[in-house]
């Protein structure tokens, strides 16, 4: 299944999170594919946000991973910074994904670790807007 969406602004984003959080449940990962600063990061903060966390959520590109708790455990993983699968493994990827759910920036480096069930989300810039497209 896949959809696609047009955000023209911030709200159309928050809008978006919005839909998709009370959708999720314990064990959804989400990988987030885009170039830098297609706004994978600040759809995150604003899922937490749906998802009941109240504490801030900043960009993990340095620490790798954070955790957040709000209706669910929340793993938000960036990684961008990271050059090999066997670093992804380290970080006990695996291990994470039943108990909550799992946000990762930046996935393509753990292509075959992401579960069947993975949702694909694409956050791509179309002239002065922005498009999502989500696959399942
Ligand atoms: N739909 C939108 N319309 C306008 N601005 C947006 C939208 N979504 C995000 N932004 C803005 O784009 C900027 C970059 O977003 P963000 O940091 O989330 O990108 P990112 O995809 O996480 O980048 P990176 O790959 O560096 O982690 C932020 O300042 C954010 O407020
Ligand atoms: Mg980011």
């Given at each position: 299944?896949?959809?696609e969406k047009i955000l023209r602004s911030e709200d159309d984003t928050i809008a978006f999170a919005q839909e998709l959080a009370p959708k999720l449940k314990k064990?959804?990962?989400l990988a987030l594919y885009g170039e830098l600063?297609?706004?994978k990061t600040f759809f995150t903060q604003q899922l937490c946000k749906s998802l009941g966390v109240t504490e801030n959520v900043s960009s993990p590109s340095?620490?790798?991973?954070?955790?957040?708790?709000?209706?669910?455990?929340?793993?938000?993983?960036?990684?961008y910074r990271l050059d090999a699968a066997e670093?992804?493994?380290?970080?006990?990827?695996y291990d994470l994904y039943d108990e909550a759910i799992t946000?990762?920036?930046?996935?393509?480096?753990a292509d075959g670790m992401l579960p069947e069930?993975?949702?694909h989300i694409y956050f791509?810039?179309?002239?002065?807007?922005?498009?999502v497209t989500v696959k399942k």
């Open positions: 299944m896949q959809t064990g959804d990962v600063g297609t706004g340095y620490v790798l991973m954070n955790e957040y708790m709000g209706s669910f455990t929340i793993h938000h993983l960036d990684l670093e992804v493994l380290e970080l006990g990827l946000i990762i920036e930046w996935p393509e480096i069930n993975a949702i791509e810039f179309i002239d002065t807007y922005r498009k």
